[in-house]
């Protein structure tokens, strides 16, 4: 670490190598130590790579080691590359004439991950290696090529940074039908922003300046393009109101367009805010009021799996029917109509976000059929059927997304499908997914925004987890013909994925196992970045994982004991010895 805390307050400071850095250094403020007199390339290039480590908002340190049309050049927010260990820095051939003018040193280490520009992580492993050049100015060497953005050891990453949700509306398909269908649900978009850096100020800066590109075609944002923050630095005020000035760009919102923007900000400074925000103030670049929203106002715009509701648990219990789980209860009850009746026998289920209408897949694997979770409900004809010969060929659990349509997939190896009913009634639409290349979906979980769909892969003998975007097309009359683009994989550590889950507006709980390794229940963010979430408790032999998006609800689980539940800062109970599938609606 190159730097220093602001305690001692005499003493000589001296650079610390990367590998010496401790968990304490997290709470430390870090500073860059300028180069000295006379330093050789070796050592200009380390202190360089350490003075990009440290917590000065504009690299005024780390452009010291460079020329001056370098630093005027060189753009360290263009691109981050993250490597698990520190850049290892090594001379292409040692100075042995004290005249030479120019010196290349070699950077490699193992690459995990790279930040764009817009500050989307995305896993990309292999082996990274680029150069820097180095010349003499006025006598001392200076680098004149420096690497392409930054680089940086995991460990300073995770110091450095901070994962933040910034919030768009999804751009929802105007065809659907479904009763209680979506309108203005907000989803979720994560971004890493520097952590020590005025951090309400630059995530308001990351929200203007508009979603990823992985998430762009499928949102919205309410602000007028080009809008820019006025104020250089913005704080809650003593009744931790947060009170925003725009540029001239948004001057002229209606009403109804500047509480969306109030909403999209709301909900992406609450978790960087000191303080719960009482409310939002949108201003004018003069300081006149634009719109003013609270927390209680703003619930009406939240992501669709935030939003309160009766929400049970499900599973399929030891006779093939259709049970349900309150919180407030251990004890299991059979759900009314044709699903907890027994008229079906049942492997797998669904249940839509209504809590009204449930999906069950046959015993067998291959049919699908919709009923109302009502007595006196009939069961009706069925609705998808698949041609595979096994059950584990056939159909998968299905899923609903907020708009209240069902997604499933045919694993039928001689037609794998992923198909979608529009309102869980209509005949089944083929969803194209081009990135899938030979791999067949064994899964799938749809986020309640039904934007965004969590895929379990299976390609060569490995289950990936893979997160895709779902993209609408408006192609007149009928149905918009769907795909599901730009697969990313979500837990790339893991060579195996049992089962995933929704657990979070950006996150999700996974079984699977590492190469070699045993099996593990963990959180994922779905950016592909480690979830700062403790460590959830062992479970052996877990087969399934449920989780709510709203993180208070208990996880649920088929494990070799049975149905067990998670409640939040406790350990796992039992609920009963038999069932399987467990699901939350969704």
């Not at 305690?7 to 300028?34: L, N, Y």
Request: proline share 6%; glycine share 10%.
């Amino acid at each position: 670490m190159t730097g220093c805390a602001s305690m001692p307050d005499s003493g000589e400071v001296h650079r610390v190598d990367a590998s010496q850095r401790t968990d304490a250094d997290a709470q430390v403020r870090v500073f860059g130590v300028p180069p000295r007199a006379g330093e050789g390339p070796n050592d200009i290039v380390r202190g360089f790579l350490e003075a990009v480590t440290s917590d000065e908002a504009d690299y005024k340190t780390a452009r010291l080691y460079l020329t001056r049309a370098a630093s005027k050049n060189w753009q360290p927010f263009s691109q981050t590359t993250v490597l698990e260990d520190g850049p290892n820095p090594s001379m292409d051939s040692p100075i042995r004439d004290p005249e030479e003018k120019t010196a290349v040193a070699e950077l490699s280490g193992k690459q995990i991950a790279t930040v764009d520009r817009k500050q989307a992580y995305k896993p990309a492993e292999g082996t990274y290696r680029t150069t820097i050049h180095l010349t003499r100015v006025g006598g001392e060497w200076r680098i004149d090529a420096p690497p392409t953005g930054l680089v940086l050891g995991k460990s300073d990453f995770d110091r450095i940074y901070r994962s933040v949700n910034k919030y768009y509306f999804a751009a929802t398909d105007r065809d659907d039908r479904a009763s209680g269908s979506q309108k203005d649900v907000l989803v979720a978009d994560p971004v890493y922003l520097r952590r020590r850096i005025d951090p309400l100020t630059s995530t308001v800066k990351a929200l203007l300046e508009g979603p990823t590109s992985w998430l762009e075609n499928v949102v919205d944002t309410k602000f007028p393009s080009s809008t820019r923050l006025v104020d250089s630095s913005l704080s809650l005020d003593d009744s931790n109101a947060l009170r925003v000035r725009l540029s001239s760009r948004a001057l002229h919102v209606g009403q109804s367009q500047c509480t969306r923007m109030a909403a999209q900000l709301l909900y992406t400074v609450q978790d960087q805010a000191s303080a719960k925000i009482s409310r939002v103030e949108l201003a004018g670049k003069d300081g006149s009021e634009l719109c003013v929203l609270n927390p209680g106002e703003a619930a009406a715009y939240a992501p669709a799996g935030l939003r309160k509701h009766a929400e049970r648990q499900y599973f399929v219990d030891g006779e093939h029917r259709l049970a349900s789980l309150s919180d407030a209860s251990d004890e299991p009850s059979r759900v009314e109509g044709p699903f907890g009746d027994g008229t079906v026998q049942l492997g797998s289920v669904g249940v839509d976000r209504s809590e009204r209408l449930a999906a069950g897949v046959s015993l067998d694997g291959r049919s699908l059929y919709v009923a109302p979770m009502s007595s006196g409900a009939e069961r009706g004809g069925v609705k998808l059927r698949s041609r595979a010969k096994s059950e584990k060929d056939a159909l998968s659990a299905p899923s609903w997304d907020g708009n209240g349509n069902l997604w499933i997939a045919d694993r039928d190896p001689e037609r794998p499908r992923l198909l979608r009913l529009a309102a869980g009634t209509d005949e089944a639409q083929e969803v194209e997914v081009p990135s899938l290349g030979g791999g067949r979906i064994e899964g799938l979980r749809v986020s309640s925004d039904g934007v965004r769909i969590a895929l379990l892969i299976t390609r060569d003998g490995r289950t990936s987890l893979e997160l895709g975007r779902v993209e609408r097309t408006d192609a007149g009359a009928g149905e918009p013909p769907l795909s599901v683009s730009d697969l990313l994989s979500v837990a790339p550590q893991l060579e195996h994925v049992e089962s995933a889950s929704w657990a979070g507006t950006s996150r999700l709980v996974v079984v699977g196992r590492e190469p070699g390794g045993v099996q593990q229940l963990q959180y994922v963010e779905t950016d592909g970045s480690s979830s700062n979430t403790p460590t959830l408790p062992g479970i052996s032999g877990v087969e399934a994982v449920a989780a709510s998006e709203d993180e208070s609800k208990p996880l649920i689980a088929h494990s070799d004991d049975g149905i067990v539940r998670l409640p939040v800062d406790a350990n796992w109970k039992l609920v009963t010895e038999k069932g399987k599938a467990p699901v939350y609606p969704g």
